[in-house]
Each structure stands twice: as structure tokens, then as C-alpha cells.
């Protein structure tokens, strides 16, 4: 939709709206673009999670899908420009269209999140945090001796995450440090694998969803198992998109296999916990 320069637009097309809110809950502001796919997806699930029965009691949503922004797998490898200052003008676009509490369904630009935070006084949903809190409570339901907050050290029980992610992501120990902060530990896929998950990435950008892209999904993730993961986490929002309408049969079956966290799934269910909460959102919002 409207990149920073010409604004960002609602959620329902218009691009009209006050800048600011009378609504107890906050006006969220999504920097998205990173696919635009992914973007409109999460949109879509952030639509789900809010508990709303008319129009009303749906969330003010401003969304930024701007898919000029510079490739972060390419800036993480140093071949090409930060991300950073494009999403900080982003941020301010958000900022002055009237959002007061902002998100990025994108998991590789959150290494670059600090310039979002910088850029404006608003609170910033983390994602990574977001995925890793899911996480932690489906690890508890397995094993229910682990707390979904617990403090770092040795935690009986299953402990284990698989990460589905980008290699940016995965190399830039975003959600090592985040599971970490909880006593679990990342399983990363081996170097074949990883190479996997990207070209399912790719494949899933350029409009490749069927069954195939769902097959080498579940491939994955299976694979991860075999390395004694105990949950899985899609950390690259292009995935999620491979599972809605695959979940009557076959690895995503409900109770089928180790638990799975969606990330988009994750960062709308916090953003509405954020908006719910109003002003001053927790858990997974940062203040710069």
C-alpha cells in the first residue's frame, strides 16, 4: 500500500482518520512491506485474535506496506544497505499518522529494531519476544514443570526450540538470546537444511504457497524434531502462510507432532494484549 512518503493507509483501504484516537486503546501501526504477503497475513491474523463482535470493537489499525525497504538477509551478509534509517522514517510516518503503538511482522528486521525504537517515543511490540513467550508456554503444556518465564539455568523438562527462520535471523542469535532469557535453547537446522528454509522462503515471496511448499515445511520441521527439538518455531513470517488450510491431516493435524508457534500468530496475539492493556502495554512492548 502507501509507502512513508505518502503515508501510511488503515487497515480498511481508506487512509483517512484523525491523527490520534478518543478510543481508550491505542491506534497500532504495522511497518510492514517485509514481504507484503506476510504482511497482509499477519494483518489477517491480528483480526482473528481480537476478540470483537461488530465492527467497533475491532483495533484501529494503521499499516505501512512498504516493500522498498532495503533486504535485510543482504545488509545482515554485508552486501547491501542497513535497513535501519528507512524504517525510522517509517516509524515517524506511523508516528505522525496517528499510531501509538507499533509492530513489524518481519523477524530478520528486528535486528535493526533499535533504530525503530529510537526513532519515536512510541512503545514497540517486540516479535522475537513475543514468539519466544508462545513458545515457552507451549513447551510448559508439554512438560508442565517449565514455567514460560523462568529464570536462565538448567530447566527439567522439555526445554527445546526448533527455529524455522531466515539465516539473518538465525545468525543474528535474536531468539537464542530471547530463549536464553528462559532457560531454553535454540535448535538450529544443520547447513543443508538451512539453505532449505530459504529457498522456501524465496519460494513463498515469489507466490509458491501449495502443496508442495507445505510438504518441504513439514519436511523441516520434522528434521528439526529429529535433532531433538520439542516445539517448533516459524520464525520468518513468509511460513505461517504455508499452514492455514493444511491443518486437517497429515504433520499439522492438531495433536499431531511437537507443538508449532507461529510467529505472526505470536505478534497479534500480543499486540492485542498491548492495545487491550492501553497506554502503557506489557509484556512484549519496549519504550525507547
Not at 14 to 26: F, I, K, Y
Not at 38 to 65: G, I, N, S
Not at 244 to 256: N, R, T
Amino acid at each position: 500500500m502507501n509507502d512513508a512518503g505518502t503515508g501510511p493507509a488503515d487497515a480498511d483501504g481508506t487512509g483517512s482518520g484523525d491523527a490520534g484516537s478518543s478510543d481508550a486503546r491505542p491506534v497500532v501501526g504495522v511497518l510492514g512491506g517485509m514481504g507484503p504477503a506476510a504482511t497482509w497475513d499477519f494483518c489477517l491474523r491480528l483480526h482473528r485474535a481480537t476478540p470483537a463482535k461488530r465492527d467497533q470493537e475491532h483495533l484501529h489499525v494503521r499499516v505501512d506496506c512498504d516493500p522498498s525497504v532495503p533486504d535485510r538477509n543482504a545488509a545482515a551478509a554485508g552486501a547491501g544497505p542497513s535497513p535501519g534509517p528507512h524504517l525510522a522514517r517509517m516509524a515517524r510516518g506511523l508516528a505522525a499518522a496517528g499510531a501509538e503503538l507499533l509492530c513489524m511482522p518481519c523477524n530478520t528486521a528486528h535486528a535493526y529494531a533499535d533504530a525503530i525504537r529510537s526513532a519515536t517515543s512510541l512503545p514497540f511490540v517486540d516479535m522475537i519476544e513475543a514468539t519466544i513467550m508462545d513458545a515457552a508456554e507451549a513447551l510448559r503444556r508439554v512438560a508442565p514443570d517449565v514455567a514460560p518465564d523462568v529464570t536462565p539455568g538448567p530447566t527439567p523438562g522439555a526445554t527445546r526450540i526448533g527455529l524455522l527462520a531466515t539465516t539473518a535471523t538465525v545468525r543474528s542469535g535474536l531468539y537464542h538470546r530471547a530463549a536464553e532469557a528462559r532457560g531454553l535453547t535454540i535448535v538450529e537446522p544443520d547447513a543443508n537444511d538451512q539453505d532449505r528454509v530459504m529457498a522456501l522462503v524465496y519460494a513463498v515471496k515469489a507466490g509458491e504457497a501449495g502443496a508442495d511448499a507445505r510438504a518441504e515445511l513439514a519436511r523441516l520441521a520434522q528434521r528439526s524434531c529429529s535433532q531433538g527439538a520439542e516445539a517448533i518455531v516459524l520464525g520468518c513470517t513468509e511460513l505461517p502462510i504455508l499452514i492455514d488450510g493444511a491443518e486437517s491431516s497429515g504433520p499439522w493435524a492438531a495433536g499431531a507432532g511437537p507443538p508449532r508457534v507461529g510467529c505472526s500468530d505470536a505478534l497479534a496475539r500480543a499486540v492485542v494484549r498491548a492495545a487491550r492493556a492501553g497506554r502503557e502495554p506489557r509484556p512484549a512492548a519496549h519504550r525507547p
